[in-house]
């Protein structure tokens, strides 16, 4: 389900529509650099998952953008914690680290260690299954905008409770990709129907619809329910907040420095399945 | 606060029934002498004056007339004059005789026009406001209202309101008000004694109060009279008119948004008269303007009608019913709206004992339509309030008012329904909360000397959560847990439910809200006033967003919500100036509130059965100063209002552990502002032109702005500062408007008046917030700023036949 939080950015549509929007500047306020984790761990159905990649990065003020934030010089180990198998990852120095050994289990709980500056951070998370990802076609009638195109998808969510995924797409050719998260509170057992369209957006003309020939890329994870609650915040907040959105707050993800934990690190340790798929509009 | 001991709290009421009885005893003391008692009304439509006045010239005896134009003032036999007077009104003067009981209706008549400007506030002879203990209260003629230049050329009494000190909304865009650093839901909105739980129209833009049916409407800052009760901040009390008794009227208004009639004239006989008045904005056209498929439009209807059984029994029956409808393109629909009934019954028992019984229904619900996945989401309050309200008045000195009400609550707060078979949704109900908020008050005006008089008074709140409903129990007894390894809040562990039957309560609170203040006259131009007020609050609006919305839903006290308690103190000076031509109204107040819940970090709370997982228990505090500074006659009349305030709150970790939100720390409430100025004139230059204008300039609001950023999953990561710690720029407004009367005829039928407004005048861009994104084409950060007025001009044609 598209959730009813929807509704409310609808209201603000409706306010938008007789206001105007302009890019002003702004004094923010600048907090400590803290260490972003990148550790996503995404197995990808049908493959052997071995090879993964983390990155770590810094934080930067909110305007700054040039600045070289790649933090090199940490050792980063993955524990699988039922088998005991430790993965360790070779610094690139770049800001990446990479493993070739990494076998991903589901069920399995998996552990990360980084050691960097002198402190540790941990970080768990468990590998959940993905169900399959049937692409249906496409239309225009089925979206929020009868005259955009939509790509529409069927996903059958398993009979427990408590399924929570994540849709990341990408129009070809464009910078950033979109989120779309769901868990399956008001769909448990059911083929749920999904579909993802491109709101065109008038005034700014920064997005734009879906048209025959563009193609977009897919990717469905299974994640887990402590990882969706991070993401509802993260996902929400992409994009900024209007008035008629929860007031934003610091999101903080699962990353937890054992030895000074004020000095908490940003982003998120998540191990995933995911199937991939695209699909060019006709 | 928790009944836990019968036995003392029945002994508590026996105490104060007690200090009455002696009370009485001591007022009641012998001296011939007799009661004037009966009505005041306007002469040429009949309705009814609140707060017209009735004196004995050359004494200080005299009494005001209540809601329902009543007055009764009892003074020793004696030949006196009688002054009977009422602002905008000429006052008549008459001989008595006093030496029996007697009953006097008086009709005022209007003043010309050429003095119908001198309405502001004050509106009773300025020696009894220097005099009454009555403070922090705002009363707003609707025909000051009328004058003041708005947006969108529909008169709106809730923006009126703001410009007096103390009283601000949460920017444009957003309805509702907050009083004296208070939150929307702490006001009690009453339209004819019903309770109003959204008061405005397509998220404020307009409020739902149409002027061609309000006749008069009075807001308690503070000093909330002991008849009032379950909000903690203020009460905004308005009243519909009664309808013309004595001839069939139509009023009507055509503007660019919307257009307004109403009817009103006498009916059975004229035992009785009758008003209808409704309103519509132009179908969609609001939102077409811009080529949106997005629509939206609201409309409302307010009726009105009375009945005189014979002279000491009356009856009233009043009704609003108001509806926003809003099309999102084919895919959702939503529409939400009040609705509320009053059936009323005035009965004078003798010449001094006057009585009022209500029978209240009051209604507010929303639903979303999702057309294209099959499925319905609604959610509604519902509430059947019973009141009975006396006043007794024992002499000129002494005047007692007294009662009981009981508002029966049933809270929905959300169910979701497929509407067809093909819909992958589960349906959902979320449970029914029952409630039974029960009230008894006695308050006395008491003029202890010629210098000093008091007001005081106690309620007595009783609120009782009724079962029928299961409630989660955790472990440890604790909904929210602080994450300690995460440093997050969480849903605490479900251990299991306790199902509370039918009948049982699943709580109960009482408190005792004493009510008091004091008036001491220094001379005959000023006075000092003193007040301190307790209310309770039961009732909660849940909303963790910046602006109340209309799909937010209220919530009663319980396991695990408790009651809201506020504390207010305020102090008063109170000074006319140059013959009364000028006055000064100087308030500071500190008010405290325990239990104001505030949201954890991204808590839900839309379709959740569990509220108590997403809140945390809290504090808040305001304090200010209010400036007011009137000039009430000439062709220039209007105000200076200026408030310099603060108003924070605290959301301590408590037994689910933790520092709390924002670490403990004191933090500004979205309401807090520390200047606001506002500035009102309207210019009377003759018969045909008038002039208006008003000056505003207010702190920004409080809000939450990025520190950092980094980069995640290919996009660029916002982190937020503490709440609300950040501040919107300022915001600052001139408007104008023009009144051109062409009709030069007095006795013309057919009265028109041409209203331009111009909004904004030099089309200040107000950001009503300013949101931190990714520009999705360079990647890099920006800040958008959504200003939504700019300047906006308006004509309306407004008629009265």
């Known amino acids: ?282 | 606060m928790k009944t836990n001991n019968k036995e003392g709290f029945f002994d508590q009421i026996k105490r104060y029934l007690l200090l009455f009885s002696f009370l009485i005893a001591y007022i009641s003391y012998g001296q011939e002498s007799f009661t004037l008692n009966g009505s005041i009304t306007d002469s040429t439509n009949g309705e009814t004056l609140f707060g017209a006045s009735v004196f004995l010239e050359g004494t200080t005896i005299g009494a005001i007339t209540n809601e329902y134009g009543f007055y009764s003032l009892t003074a020793p036999k004696g030949n006196y004059t009688l002054l009977i007077s009422y602002m905008g009104y000429n006052s008549n003067k008459r001989e008595l005789i006093l030496d029996s009981n007697q009953k006097l209706d008086f009709e005022l008549v209007e003043y010309s026009t050429e003095l119908k400007e001198v309405v502001v506030t004050a509106d009773e002879p300025e020696m009894a406001v220097l005099r009454k203990p009555e403070m922090s209260v705002s009363k707003m003629n609707i025909a000051t209202v009328k004058q003041m230049p708005v947006v969108l050329g529909e008169v709106d009494i809730l923006k009126s309101l703001q410009m007096l000190p103390g009283v601000t909304n949460n920017g444009e865009g957003s309805g509702g008000l907050h009083v004296r650093g208070g939150a929307q839901d702490q006001n009690l909105v009453l339209l004819d004694e019903a309770i109003i739980y959204n008061t405005s129209h397509l998220f404020g833009f307009f409020s739902v109060f149409n002027a061609d049916a309000i006749k008069d409407m009075k807001l308690y800052k503070g000093g909330i009279p002991a008849r009032f009760g379950g909000r903690v901040s203020s009460v905004l009390d308005v009243r519909q008119k009664d309808g013309n008794n004595k001839n069939f009227a139509l009023t009507g208004g055509i503007g660019a948004i919307s257009s307004r009639l109403a009817a009103e004239g006498p009916i059975f006989n004229d035992k009785g008269s009758f008003l209808v008045a409704g309103r519509t904005s132009y179908a969609h056209l609001f939102l077409m303007l811009a080529g949106e498929k997005n629509r939206a439009s609201f409309y409302d209807l307010n009726l009105k009608t009375n009945y005189e059984i014979n002279e000491n029994n009356k009856l009233f029956l009043s009704g609003y019913f108001g509806r926003d409808v809003l099309k999102f393109g084919d895919v959702f629909d939503s529409s939400y709206g009040n609705s509320s009934g009053n059936l009323r019954w005035n009965h004078i028992f003798n010449e001094r004992l006057f009585s009022n019984m209500s029978a209240i229904y009051g209604r507010y619900d929303y639903n979303i339509g999702f057309n294209s996945e099959d499925f319905e989401w609604l959610a509604s309050i519902d509430n059947y309030n019973l009141k009975y309200d006396l006043k007794y008045y024992f002499n000129d000195s002494f005047k007692l008012d007294f009662g009981a009400s009981a508002i029966y609550y049933e809270f929905d707060p959300g169910r979701l329904e497929p509407t067809s078979n093909e819909s992958a949704i589960n349906p959902l109900k979320l449970d029914m909360k029952k409630a039974l908020e029960s009230g008894l008050y006695v308050n006395a005006e008491h003029k202890l000397t010629d210098k000093l008089s008091a007001q005081y008074g106690l309620r007595f709140s009783l609120f009782n959560r009724m079962g029928g409903q299961a409630l989660n129990d955790y472990e440890n007894n604790l909904p929210v847990v602080y994450n300690s390894r995460l440093g997050i809040y969480e849903e605490g562990n479900v251990l299991g439910e306790t199902n509370y039957e039918k009948g049982n309560s699943i709580e109960t609170f009482h408190n005792w809200e004493p009510r008091a203040s004091l008036a001491y006259q220094l001379n005959e131009n000023s006075s000092v006033k003193a007040g301190f007020s307790r209310a309770a609050q039961y009732i909660h609006l849940l909303s963790n967003t910046t602006s109340v919305t209309p799909v937010d839903v209220w919530t009663p006290s319980g396991r695990y919500v408790k009651p809201q308690l506020s504390n207010q103190y305020a102090l008063g000076y109170f000074r006319n100036f140059k013959d009364k031509k000028y006055s000064m109204e100087v308030e500071g107040y500190y008010k405290t509130v325990d239990n104001r819940i505030d949201y954890i970090d991204g808590s839900e709370l839309i379709g959740q059965e569990a509220i108590e997982t997403q809140i945390l228990n809290g504090e808040s505090r305001a304090y200010g100063l209010e400036l007011l500074v009137r000039k009430n006659e000439g062709k220039l009349t209007g105000w200076l209002a200026y408030t310099l305030s603060k108003s924070e709150q605290r959301t301590l970790g408590g037994s689910a552990g933790g520092l709390g939100i924002n670490a403990g720390e004191w933090y500004r409430t979205p309401y807090d502002r520390t200047h606001d100025i506002s500035l009102a004139a309207s210019y009377y230059l003759n018969e045909k032109w008038s002039f208006g204008g008003n000056l505003v300039f207010q702190t920004g609001r409080p809000v939450t702005y990025p520190n950092g950023q980094y980069t995640y999953e290919d996009i660029s990561v916002a982190s937020y500062a503490p709440r609300n710690s950040d501040r919107l720029p300022a915001y600052h407004r001139l408007d104008l408007s023009l009144n051109y009367k062409p009709n030069k005829k007095p006795d013309a039928a057919w009265k028109g008046e041409w209203v331009l407004g111009i909004y904004n005048v030099y089309n200040r861009k107000n950001a009503a917030s300013i949101s931190f994104g990714q520009n999705r084409e360079t990647g890099a950060n920006e800040a958008t700023r959504t200003a939504i007025f700019g300047i906006v001009p308006s004509l309306t044609y407004n008629f009265k036949f």
């Open chain 1, 1 to 282: 389900m598209k959730n009813i939080k929807f509704v409310i950015l609808l209201y603000s549509s409706l306010i938008l529509t007789i206001s105007c929007e302009d890019v002003i500047d702004v004094d923010v306020q600048n907090a400590n650099t803290r260490l972003v984790v990148e550790a996503s761990l995404d197995w990808e159905k049908g493959t052997t998952g071995n090879t993964q990649t983390i990155h770590l990065r810094t934080s930067t003020p909110f305007f700054e953008s040039d600045s070289n934030t790649s933090v090199t010089g940490a050792i980063v180990n993955v524990t699988d914690m039922d088998s005991g198998t430790e993965f360790l990852f070779v610094d690139e120095n770049n800001g990446s680290y990479t493993t070739n050994e990494f076998e991903p289990i589901l069920g399995h709980t998996y552990e990360l260690e980084i050691a960097y500056n002198g402190e540790i951070i941990t970080a768990q998370e468990t590998l959940n299954a993905v169900p399959d990802l049937n692409i249906i076609g496409q239309s225009r009638e089925d979206g929020f905008n009868e005259d955009d195109l939509e790509v529409n998808m069927k996903i059958q969510d398993p009979a427990g409770e408590g399924n929570s995924y994540l849709f990341k797409f990408r129009k070809q050719g464009e910078l950033l990709p979109y989120f779309e998260e769901f868990d399956d509170e008001f769909v448990n057992g059911n083929e749920v129907d999904w579909y993802f369209e491109i709101g065109e957006d008038e005034e700014t003309e920064k997005k734009e619809a879906f048209q025959p020939g563009d193609t977009v890329e897919i990717n469905f994870y299974a994640i887990s329910p402590e990882y969706l609650s991070y993401l509802r915040i993260l996902i929400n907040q992409i994009g900024g907040v209007g008035i008629f959105d929860s007031i934003p707050v610091e999101v903080k993800g699962n990353c937890v420095n054992e030895t000074n934990p004020e000095n908490y690190a940003y982003g998120y340790f998540r191990v995933t399945q995911v199937v991939k798929a695209s699909y060019s509009f006709e």
